[in-house]
């Protein structure tokens, strides 16, 4: 194939590839913003019902309003109760929280 300006493979800089309102950490990160509130609020709520609950329907049908997480999906399907998720998520983020404070302290806090 002859390449000529008419023909030309585009840049990436042409298809937005390194520009920051293209990127993955900053497009996943405006969708989790604008679905987090909603999925907090049916969380609470304890509304598992959603439409395309039923049995039959395919698993993206029944979990697909919900943010990306596993234990959000078990309790969505009805395998765990709600204190059995809020359990799930706060045990990851407790470690972390625990080792970003022993990280902080041995970096910034010397003893």
Known sequence: MIRTPERSIPSWRTVGRFDWQWTAI???T???LQAAPANLRAFLADERTVPGSA???PLADRVGH???F??????YL??????????????????AAALLTGL???????V
């Open 26 to 28: 900053r497009l996943n």
């Open 30 to 32: 405006r969708a989790a």
């Open 55 to 57: 049995e039959g329907t």
């Open 66 to 68: 919900s943010l990306d």
């Open 70 to 75: 596993w234990w959000m999906y078990l309790y």
């Open 78 to 95: 009805g395998v765990w109760p709600r204190w059995a998720a809020t359990l799930a998520a706060a045990l990851p983020l407790t470690a």
């Open 104 to 110: 902080y302290r041995r970096t910034v806090w010397p």
